[in-house]
């Protein structure tokens, strides 16, 4: 469980700061306990930030469900890594696209971007 009197004693600046407004993040399996329809992986973007009941709380812009309401902590929404080569579009998908394998069980996943190879593909 997500530990309040923990998070309550971070660094607010260092965590701000890694929790920019604007910011790419994906749900981790901890999302799911406060928004059981939103699947680990899916791709959001931080609107806001404010504190409820003494806890730092980010605002994520879901496409496909909204504004959601999370602890500021990386065990609930995890940054993407920044790389300078990843784009957004690649061959028949696009970022955020919700894709699962051909092999059984099939398994879920989303489109977090893709990696322009040294080759150029």
Request: charged share 20%; with cysteine; hydrophobic share 35%.
């Amino acid at each position: 469980m997500y530990c309040r009197e923990q998070a309550r004693n971070r660094d607010y600046a260092t965590v701000l700061k890694q929790f920019q407004i604007g910011s790419t993040y994906f749900a981790r399996p901890m999302a799911r306990q406060h928004h059981p329809n939103l699947m680990v992986g899916e791709l959001g973007i931080i609107t806001a930030r404010c504190t409820t009941h003494g806890d730092l709380m980010a605002t994520v812009d879901f496409p496909t469900h909204g504004s959601l309401e999370f602890p500021v902590d990386l065990n609930f929404i995890h940054p993407l890594e920044t790389r300078e080569n990843w784009t957004e579009i690649g061959p028949q998908f696009t970022l955020g696209d919700k894709i699962s394998t051909l092999a059984r069980p099939a398994m879920l996943g989303v489109v977090h971007g893709f990696v322009t190879q040294l080759d150029g593909s």
